[in-house]
């Protein structure tokens, strides 16, 4: 059991709670052939996925107001069916896949992982989501958070200390006693600066074939665990 016990862990989403890409290419796949829409969904979603950082790294810089990842989705999702000439999509139909990030699956673990950790403390997201993502996500997934900690919340993406910071803030507590929880090395190192207890466990599938890095902890985190169950069970739960 981890020396130090947090009163609240939050989490990370994107990848360490929930599966983007295969529930994304399954979603888009069955909602194009059911509309008769000819694509390659799992083209589109890896090169969506990788507008990602970009999209919000022009918010960060200031050069884009405050938007909203939602709205930074679409906006990608608009450029991206140009470029890779998908054709016949109605307005319904745009907003429907851009929906496709509400609509992700958990990790096998995950639900039953936070649920026992939810016997403990205050768990949530702290997410570049937006509150009204995550929460349907959480509703679609059935994930049991006791607060979202949506981007909107903060008018920052992460790594900006308001976002960490804010959780001890809103929770009123201190930031020794929030600890982050993720299967990325660089949110984990960003926490820390902010005075966050760690947690790492690795999602290797995340990326499908094109993973390259957290396949495993780069530094001395708080805990190390394989997976949301096994960090449930590192605190004795």
């Not at 139909?93 to 929906?99: A, E, G, P, Q, Y």
């Not at 995950?110 to 995550?134: C, D, E, Q, Y």
């Not at 780069?218 to 449930?232: H, N, R, S, Y």
């Amino acid at each position: 059991m981890p020396l130090t016990q947090p009163l609240a862990i939050v989490f990370d989403t994107f990848g360490t709670v929930v599966d983007w890409r295969s529930s994304l290419i399954a979603d888009l796949g069955a909602y194009g052939a059911a509309r008769g829409v000819k694509a390659d969904w799992v083209k589109l979603v890896d090169a969506w996925r990788a507008a990602y950082q970009p999209s919000m790294d022009r918010v960060r810089s200031g050069e884009q107001p405050w938007t909203t990842l939602d709205s930074l989705h679409r906006a990608s999702l608009d450029r991206l069916t140009g470029e890779f000439g998908i054709a016949g999509l109605s307005e319904e139909d745009l907003v429907h896949i851009n929906r496709g990030w509400h609509r992700l699956r958990p990790w096998p673990d995950s639900v039953a992982g936070l649920t026992r950790l939810k016997t403990r403390f205050i768990i949530g997201p702290l997410s570049n989501g937006n509150v009204s993502l995550l929460l349907n996500m959480a509703k679609f997934a059935g994930i049991p958070w006791d607060m979202i900690f949506g981007s909107d919340l903060f008018g920052r993406f992460k790594p900006d200390p308001a976002t960490y910071l804010g959780v001890a803030r809103l929770l009123d507590l201190r930031p020794d006693q929030v600890m982050m929880a993720a299967a990325h090395n660089g949110d984990l190192a960003a926490a820390r600066r902010c005075g966050l207890l760690t947690a790492f466990f690795p999602r290797p599938a995340e990326y499908g074939p094109h993973q390259e890095r957290d396949y495993e902890a780069e530094q001395d985190w708080d805990v190390v665990a394989t997976d949301i169950e096994d960090l449930a069970a590192k605190f004795g739960l």
